[in-house]
């Protein structure tokens, strides 16, 4: 253990992480959304989720340095007199679960694919990269919107609900395994004509395991960034649709539900039931994109 | 020239195939079209004869035939939510998110490209400094949320603006239009920025990386010595050899822009074709989904198309190489 944090000390990573003020700040600022998201019980003032202790007399109070707003309620209260700031820890928990497990799901389908194509050639090759060139055609948030769309129509409205956070995943997930695979099967066209390949052919290892077991280690190096680029993506993909109102599901509001609440008392006012969850969503989101920014950089050997 | 056009129009056949064999498995699979239009009360009779009817008894690539040609009509079948013909609906908004898409590339572009040339040209001046910045932070805020701090500033604080809806708009034949009255422009400000404010950073940083190349290339250093001016360099020369890739991601973005009119007719309530899908997904209302995912994929495959031939009008050397027979 010892040694691999001084690994990680001499390496060339973290000291481009040092040298670039802007990427310590972020990955700080990403550490502290993870932590708060993943502890938001026991942080937050007060559970959002609890009828019994939510009071309607408490609704639409302003944050608490304007004139009417309370201390108790750092952020002020929405319309059902849930404080603000509690309900935005938990809805970071989920947007960061949705965002996270559609990244893994999307990597998990992309590289599959892109190992199969770029491994088998031929045929198999030609049918799953069409697939996928069809698919890029189209912006992702559509085709996670049609999927959404066609399971909504295939299952009854009470086994929708209670799959629903489920279903955003798999829609996030579908719309951008593309982005994954064909990376993966480019390396994978290299890796398979490699010595290495060749000599565990001759010594009888099936293709299964060479695949697995000696091309895709080596072809996993991008996926690290491709998977943070993506993260951001796939949690604004996840607002959008929330925002849209066929996401996640009412009982477990996410950021962008929360911003798609607050969007019909932006008239009457209370512009904070809005604001500070989507001020939120976008520090968020910022800090992932600037990791990942940084982390392609890092990691490419041309700008060493 | 000509065999190229075909080509790359025979290629984008398989693409509109796909896409309708994806809306017919819906309208066939999904649901159960005949327990809709049937209600409540029927006989074993009716059922079969509807069955009949409908030529859901017939084999699959007989039905599917049936649907493309039907397609090729524009007729959808009736829309589950509304019981009016989908074709009926989708030209009612078509107009509406037309005007709209239009609106903002034209903001992205009119605005995006001044913008990349000038922090090409002076890339450490405070003024790019600052349009950068802007880019970085457009980038980063999701659609809805630009839509939404918009509205509370110019709508909600100001005054200025109306916050949703079209203003009162004109028939010139079927095409409503929200250009001919006041209202109509001023409804059309901040949706039309909203949408285009992610195209306008990503058209001005390209432009700008583009600019910033060029400008060290042999030729313009040529241009230079022959003492032309300096207008004449940057924009007849250098401007003139960034625009084949501005030409690919405009196009291709112009596709993004319908889809992400989505969100921003979603905001704004404004009554276009993305309003009209996305409370199809929210009630499961299939035969609108399917005619609207293939109009897309139609537009999709349309403006690749003529993308593809607007490089070849701009780009004179794909012209010579196509010439050699590559």
């Not at chain 2, 107009?95 to 239009?102: G, H, R």
């Amino acid at each position: 253990m010892a040694n691999a944090f001084a690994q990680l000390r001499d390496s060339d990573i973290w000291w481009s992480f040092k040298r670039s003020p802007v990427t310590v700040i972020s990955a700080i600022v990403a550490l502290i959304c993870i932590v708060t998201a993943v502890a938001a019980p026991f942080i937050a003032p007060h559970n959002p989720f609890d009828v019994a202790t939510l009071n309607l007399l408490d609704a639409f109070k302003p944050p608490a340095w304007i004139d009417e707003g309370e201390a108790d309620y750092l952020l002020g209260t929405d319309d059902q007199g849930r404080d603000l700031l509690s309900a935005i820890l938990y809805g970071a928990r989920i947007s960061l679960f949705v965002g996270i497990s559609a990244t893994v799901f999307a990597a998990l389908v992309g590289v599959s694919v892109g190992l199969l194509a770029g491994f088998l050639g031929g045929t198999v090759d030609a049918l799953l990269m069409r697939i996928a060139d069809i698919q890029l055609t189209f912006p992702s948030i559509l085709v996670a919107l049609l999927v959404d769309g066609i399971v909504r129509a295939a299952v009854p409205r009470e086994v929708h609900d209670q799959i629903a956070l489920f279903v955003v995943v798999v829609a996030i997930g579908i719309s951008e395994w593309p982005k994954f695979a064909r990376p993966v099967r480019g390396s994978t066209m290299v890796e398979r004509n490699k010595e290495y390949v060749l000599a565990a052919r001759v010594i009888g290892v099936s293709s299964f395991r060479i695949m697995t077991g000696h091309v895709l280690p080596n072809v996993l190096g991008p996926v690290l960034v491709i998977a943070t680029l993506n993260l951001g993506l796939a949690i604004l993909a996840e607002a959008t649709l929330s925002f849209l109102g066929v996401g996640v599901p009412p009982t477990q509001p996410s950021l962008g539900t929360l911003i798609r609440v607050g969007n019909d008392f932006l008239f009457s006012g209370e512009w904070w039931i809005t604001i500070f969850p989507g001020v939120s969503l976008v520090i968020m989101v910022l800090s992932v994109n600037l990791l990942g920014d940084w982390l392609r950089d890092a990691l490419n050997p041309k700008l060493r | 020239m000509f065999a190229f056009i075909i080509s790359r129009i025979l290629q984008s056949v398989p693409v509109l195939l796909v896409v309708a064999l994806i809306s017919f498995a819906m309208f066939a699979y999904v649901g159960d079209p005949v327990s809709i239009m049937l209600g409540q009360d029927f006989t074993e009779a009716q059922r079969t004869a509807l069955v009949a009817d409908l030529g859901l008894d017939q084999p699959f690539f007989i039905q599917f035939a049936k649907f493309v040609g039907n397609a090729v009509q524009g007729e959808f079948g009736l829309s589950y939510r509304l019981s009016r013909p989908v074709a009926e609906l989708i030209a009612e908004r078509a107009p509406a998110t037309l005007e709209l898409a239009c609106c903002a590339a034209g903001v992205a572009l009119l605005v995006g490209v001044p913008m990349g040339v000038y922090t090409g040209l002076y890339p450490r001046s405070l003024l790019s400094r600052a349009f950068l910045t802007f880019s970085l932070i457009g980038v980063s805020l999701p659609t809805f949320l630009i839509g939404i701090l918009l509205i509370l500033v110019f709508a909600v604080w100001l005054g200025w603006l109306p916050s949703f809806g079209r203003g009162d708009t004109v028939m010139f034949g079927w095409w409503s239009t929200g250009f001919a009255t006041m209202s109509g422009i001023k409804a059309l400000i901040l949706p039309a920025i909203t949408l285009g404010l992610f195209q306008l950073t990503l058209i001005m940083r390209l432009v700008r990386s583009e600019m910033m190349e060029v400008l060290r290339a042999d030729y313009i250093k040529f241009a230079r010595a022959r003492g032309l001016s300096n207008r004449a360099i940057n924009f007849g020369h250098a401007l003139k050899n960034t625009m084949v890739p501005v030409i690919t991601v405009v196009g291709l973005q112009l596709g993004a822009i319908i889809a992400f009119a989505i969100v921003t007719e979603t905001v704004f309530q404004w009554p276009g074709m993305g309003l009209l899908f996305i409370q199809s997904v929210g009630s499961a209302d299939i035969p609108v989904m399917a005619a609207y995912l293939l109009l897309i994929a139609c537009l999709f495959v349309t403006i690749n198309l003529i993308v593809d031939l607007l490089y070849y009008a701009v780009d004179p050397r794909l012209r010579v190489s196509r010439g050699r027979g590559h």
